[in-house]
C-alpha cells in the first residue's frame, strides 16, 4: 500500500491556484496527463472516483508521479475514503457532506474538503471542526456573487468553489477572501486526453498556474 504520511498536505487550498479535476476513462493516460500539469506548473490533481480505472490511475500517478500531489474526487462514501487512501490519495474532495461521510475522512488522515452548497451545509460542515470546504456546483449554485455575499456572515468558512467554471470565470472567484483556490475540468478537456495531447495539457496548466500570480 503506498504511504501517504510524509506527503500530506496541510491545507488543499494552499497546493495551487486551481486544482485540476480529471475523469479519466485509460488508466494509460494517468501518468503523462499528471506529468503534463506538472510541466505547465499545477503540481497537483484530483482524480475522479467516476470511472472503473480511477483507482488503478490514482495508484500509478501516487508511484510514479511524486512531484505531484495526487487526490481523490467524487468520494461519496466511506468505503470510497478507505480504498481512495488505499491507492495513495494525499487528499480527498467529496461533492456533499453526510454525517457518516465527514467521520469517514476526518479519520482518514489526509485532508479533504466537503462539499458544500448552502449556509446551512456551510454551518454544519463548520459544527464539524471542518473550515476547509468545497463548493459544488459553483457556477449553478450562485457563482462568485453567491461566496461573496457569505463571506462575512460565515467567516471561518473557505472553499474551492468546483462546479463549471472556466479559464475566463477562475480570477472573479480567486479575488474574493473567502477563496483558496477554484477545481475544474478544464484544463484537462476530454478531446485532448482521447488525442493524448499532452502539450495542449501543458499549455492550460500554465495558464491556469498564471492565475496565482
Ligand atoms: C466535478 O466534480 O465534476 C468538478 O466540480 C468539476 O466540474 P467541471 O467539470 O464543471 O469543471
Redesign the pocket.
Known sequence: MPSTSDQRPASVLSLAPVVP?VVLDDVAHAVPVARALVAGGLPVIEL?LRTPVALEALAAIAAEVPEITVGA??VLTPVQVDQAVGAGAQFLVS?GATPSLLGAMGASGVPFLPGTATVSEVMAVLEAGVTEMKF??AEASGGAAYLRSIASPVPAARFCP????TAATAASYLALPNVGCV????LTPSDALAAQDWDRVTTLAREGAALGT
Open positions: 479535476v475522479t474526487g467524487t461533492p459544488f456546483p468546483t462546479g463549471g467554471i477545481g475544474g475540468s478544464w
